[in-house]
Each structure stands twice: as structure tokens, then as C-alpha cells.
């Protein structure tokens, strides 16, 4: 059984008004335990509309949504508690703090899982620690932190809920490239060590090619569903579709079109630099 | 020729902060030329890019547009005219609930002319690719279309500068190469002055001068060529290079010779053909 499965999910917004809107058309999806699923696709192809329905912020119009094989809309009950198991980080989550004091914000989720007070500074320090904020800043107010700092103390704050499955849409926008590595770094190492799932939804293709798979949307589908090698290989449907591709893809695909003979679905620089050394090796040799 | 704006040895702190975000910053840029300023977060570049049209004055030094002191009251609105902003958020840009209605904003508030404002929006709209747009409703755009009728918006004020801070954060890659495309073509074809913020290495590839910012002040200043190609220097400030530079190091060190200054992939891919052929 699949740990999130969609079946056959349809959101239409305003339904019925001139402004309707099929955001989510027909989609079925099922994500195993333990993944890092890449989601991507440009503004608009129904990426928000759909993680929003895996913690039951939205209801589909058709279709169902399952955690574990049961239905999360089913009760109130059930509703809650895929709030709990399924922890949502929306894009800019610094501008949601609200609490007087850091701790005060990343404790808000355990609190209402009614925990005791040791498990909740249990889980705030832990949460804290993944993503790398210091204890220091804990009594502060949450608007005195810097800008990366914030974005750590909003992820933490659903780290604390301690989720099983973490939707992040977008975590490392507007952050310089260290600061985008060691927060990518950080989210990995948490879904180690908690044997998670991650589904992250981005449009950078240098995150993506780290997911161990990769679900394209476009238009409200499903259009490629695949190893981060399997869905760079079709460039141009990704480029139609107005994505990008890594930039080892494109550099490979220029020299294929040169007449390179690369191998097929290179997307790291890695690969990349390993298989134009081949070619030199093979070239230099004498034959 | 006179720079368009002067930078001498500004400094900036902001109230309880422990350290200055600009710290003895000198800096001339030349009318028609594409600055890109890089730097980690935190590093001041936008609080540099606030003292280019007076949002921020310094608190020691001097900045000059078009020989105009930004802390002269009495030159805010010239300034404002000369150095048009755009911001990372398009949502927090949009005022009027029709695409040329939003353009019109600016020039109106400025008191001109009603037919020269028609001929302002129209000419701005079409800059930046959405002319065919302009009776859409802007909240209904995608992030691209949107950020380029801001861009629109500060054209209509007929600006010789252009700043844009960190313009593309927010969007798709398309909607990103959409805006990239309409500020070089603003740069090369209008030669208005660009100065653009950015954390994409790759948008910095095509500027005429590359600044990298750290703790407030300049600690790289040269050609993209220059800057990209020092790589230990950027990674010890929190950036990276482009893709295609990393792969040319790799290769390079494992005993081929490529330039160092292919910057874009079709230029690498050319590079690497040539040494393999």
C-alpha cells in the first residue's frame, strides 16, 4: 500500500461562475514511504492546488485522497489527523510567524498535539538543531531574525509536528547559494534520520536532479513520472512545457547535436565531465 | 563620459543593527551599461540598490544621480524619474485592475500629458512583449507577464536606470527568461542603464560588469569573464559559479585546456567540441 495515493483527482475552482477553472484534472498518484519526489511545473499548472489537498487544506471536487488506504476526508477525525501526519511548508513561510518568541512559533504545532511540556522543548530543540538555528535566538521575537533565519524557524516549526510525510513548496527561493545547499542538505539528512518522505516542489532543476523522482505537471496532469535520468532525457517536452533543464542536460544535448557521441540521460556535471573524458581517453588513444 | 550615478564611500547602518549594511561602498555607473550585483544574503545589495533612487539616503558619503545629492530633498522627485525600481513580489507592484491602466500610474501621478502618457504605455507595453495584453486584468497573469508590467510601469516614467531587485526570485523558468530577455533588450536595444540583484550566477553571465557585495562592501568588481572564472574566491563568499564554469574547472583539472571564459552552455559546448575534435 502506498503511503499517499490520489485517485483520479479533480479541483475546479469557482465552479459554475464564469472564472471556473480546472486546476486539478483527473490525477492519480500514488507516493511511496521513504521517496524524495521533485515536483515541477511552471506557475499555474496545479502544483499548489495539489499539495494542498494531501493535508486536507482543500477538498477535491472529484476524485479521493489516501493516506495509509483511508479516505482523509472520511471524518473530522481522519482530517485531523493528515494535518498532523502530513506537515506543508508554503512558499515564504517566514511571513507566517506570528508567535512573541522563536520558541513560542516552532512550538505552536506540538502544542496542539497536546504534548507535555519536556516533549515539546524535546522536539523544538531537535527541530531547531535540523535546520540549524541556533538556541540562542529562542527567547527572541521571531522579527528580529534575518531573513534566512526566519525561513529556518517556519520549517522547524513543522519539523516540531514531526510529520511523516513533509511537503516543502519552493523552501530555498530567494536564499544565496550556500544557503541553498546547506538548507537542501539539512531537509535531506532530516528525512534520513526520520526515515521520511519528502515531496519538494521546485522549479530549480539543479534541486530536482537530487529527487529520487521526479512527477512533471502541466495543465493539471501528470505529463512525465520518473527517475530524475528518465525525465531529463525528454528535453524538449520539458522546454515546451516552459521548464528548464539542468544545465549538464543542455550542454549535453548541444554537444550530441555537434555530433558527440554522449550517452543518453546525463543531467549532472558529474556525468557530464566523466563521459567527455571518456571520449577524450578514447580519442587520444591511438588506434 | 559622466557617470550616470556616483557612489562615493557611502555607508548605511539600519537602527539596532550590529553591523553596517553598507561599509564605505565607491562605485560609478556609466550610462548604457548592464551591472549585475551578486552577493550571499545579508550582504547589502539591497540596501545598495535602495540608495540608487533615494528610497534610502546614506548616512555618510554620497551618492549622485546624474550629478543630483540623493539627500538634497528638493532632487527626490528628478531622482525618482531617472531611476526606476522593480522588486522581487509583481503582486506587491500592481495597483490598477487593468494592465495599461497599471502602466499609466506613474506618468499620471507625474502630471503628464494625457496623449504623451498614451504613447508612453503603449511604447512601454510593446518593450516588453505585452502590448497584447494591456486590457487584461493583472491579477489573472502568470509571475512573468506580471513582473514585466511592472518593468512596464517604471518604462512609462521614460527612466534612464533600471533597477531590479532580484526580479526573477519568484518565477517559473520561463517566466524567468521572459524577464531576463525584455531588461537585455531594454540594456542593448534602449541603452538604458540595468543594474540588476541577483542570486542566479547564470543571470549575471551576460553583464557588461559583475559586483559581488559581502558584509557592505565591494569584494569583486570586473567582467562576468573576471569574476566567474575565481572560483575559491566566490565559494569563500556564499556564492557558486555557473554550471558551465564548474564543468570546465572539472574538466580542466583533469588535464584538458579549455577557456576559462565560456560562460553560457552553447559557448562551453563549443569549447568542448573544439578540443575534442
Known amino acids: 500500500m502506498s503511503l499517499i495515493e490520489l485517485r483520479d483527482l479533480t479541483h475546479v475552482y469557482s465552479q459554475g461562475t464564469p472564472f471556473e477553472k480546472t486546476a486539478i484534472d483527473s490525477l492519480s498518484l500514488a507516493i511511496e514511504a521513504g521517496q524524495t519526489v521533485g515536483l515541477i511545473g511552471h506557475t499555474g499548472s496545479g502544483k499548489s492546488t495539489l499539495i494542498s489537498h494531501l493535508n486536507a487544506l482543500l477538498k477535491p471536487t472529484s476524485g479521493t485522497v489516501l493516506l495509509d488506504g483511508d479516505d482523509i476526508f472520511a471524518s473530522k477525525a481522519s482530517i485531523r489527523a493528515a494535518r498532523f501526519r502530513v506537515g506543508v511548508v508554503f512558499q515564504y513561510p517566514e511571513y507566517q510567524l506570528f508567535e512573541e518568541t522563536v520558541f513560542a512559533d516552532i512550538a505552536y504545532g506540538p502544542k496542539n498535539l497536546k504534548l507535555d511540556g519536556p516533549e515539546i522543548d524535546r522536539r523544538v530543540r531537535e527541530a531547531a538543531a535540523f535546520v540549524g538555528l541556533d538556541a540562542g535566538v529562542f527567547d527572541r521575537s521571531p522579527l528580529e531574525l534575518s531573513g534566512g533565519q526566519k525561513r529556518r524557524a517556519a520549517i522547524a516549526g513543522v519539523l516540531a509536528m514531526e510529520p511523516d510525510v513533509l511537503v516543502l513548496d519552493e523552501p530555498t527561493a530567494g536564499l544565496d547559494p550556500a544557503g541553498r545547499e546547506d538548507l537542501l542538505g539539512r531537509l535531506f539528512r532530516w528525512r534520513q534520520v526520520r526515515d521520511a518522505t519528502i515531496l519538494l516542489v521546485t522549479h530549480d532543476m539543479s534541486i530536482a536532479n537530487r529527487c529520487d523522482r521526479l512527477v512533471v505537471m502541466s495543465e493539471g496532469r501528470i505529463v512525465l513520472d520518473g527517475t530524475p535520468e528518465a525525465v531529463f532525457s525528454h528535453g524538449e517536452q520539458l522546454l515546451s512545457i516552459g521548464l528548464d533543464l539542468p544545465a549538464a542536460a543542455h550542454i549535453a544535448g548541444l554537444l550530441r547535436e555537434q555530433g558527440l557521441d554522449l550517452p543518453a540521460g546525463i543531467y549532472t556535471l558529474d556525468r557530464l565531465a566523466e563521459a567527455i573524458l571518456a571520449l577524450r581517453g578514447k580519442e587520444a588513444s591511438p588506434c | ?277
Not at chain 2, 531611476?83 to 502602466?103: R, S
Open chain 2, 1 to 277: 563620459m559622466d557617470p550616470v550615478i556616483r557612489i562615493k564611500n557611502i555607508s548605511y547602518t539600519y537602527p539596532d543593527a550590529d553591523r553596517p549594511a553598507l561599509d564605505g561602498v565607491s562605485l560609478d555607473i556609466m550610462p548604457g551599461a548592464f551591472t549585475a550585483v551578486l552577493g550571499s544574503n545579508g550582504s547589502g545589495k539591497s540596501t545598495l540598490a535602495k540608495h540608487l533612487n533615494a528610497i534610502l539616503v546614506p548616512q555618510s558619503g554620497k551618492v549622485f544621480v546624474d550629478g543630483m545629492d540623493t539627500i538634497d530633498e528638493g532632487n527626490l522627485l528628478a531622482i525618482r524619474r531617472r531611476v526606476g525600481m522593480v522588486f522581487q513580489n509583481p503582486d506587491n507592484q500592481i495597483v490598477a485592475n487593468v494592465v495599461e491602466d497599471d502602466v499609466a500610474f506613474a506618468p499620471e501621478n507625474l502630471g503628464v500629458e494625457p496623449k504623451e502618457i498614451r504613447r508612453r504605455v503603449d511604447a512601454a507595453l510593446k518593450q516588453v512583449g505585452m502590448y497584447d495584453f494591456r486590457l487584461h486584468a493583472p491579477h489573472l497573469l502568470s509571475g512573468g507577464q506580471k513582473q514585466r508590467v511592472a518593468i512596464a510601469g517604471v518604462l512609462a516614467m521614460d527612466p534612464e536606470v533600471l533597477v531590479l531587485d532580484e526580479p526573477t526570485a519568484m518565477l517559473d523558468p520561463r517566466g524567468r527568461r521572459e524577464v531576463l530577455d525584455a531588461v537585455e533588450a531594454l540594456c542593448r536595444e534602449r541603452g538604458i542603464t540595468v543594474v540588476l540583484i541577483t542570486h542566479h550566477m547564470d543571470e549575471a553571465v551576460g553583464a557588461d560588469r559583475v559586483l559581488v557585495l559581502d558584509r557592505g562592501r565591494i569584494a569583486l568588481d570586473g567582467t562576468p569573464q573576471q569574476i566567474f572564472s575565481q572560483t575559491a574566491a566566490l565559494q569563500a563568499l556564499r556564492l557558486t559559479v555557473p554550471d558551465t564554469v564548474a564543468l570546465t574547472v572539472r574538466l580542466n583539472a583533469a588535464g584538458m585546456a579549455l577557456p576559462t571564459d565560456a560562460l553560457t552552455p552553447a559557448e562551453c559546448a563549443a569549447a568542448i567540441w573544439e578540443a575534442l575534435r
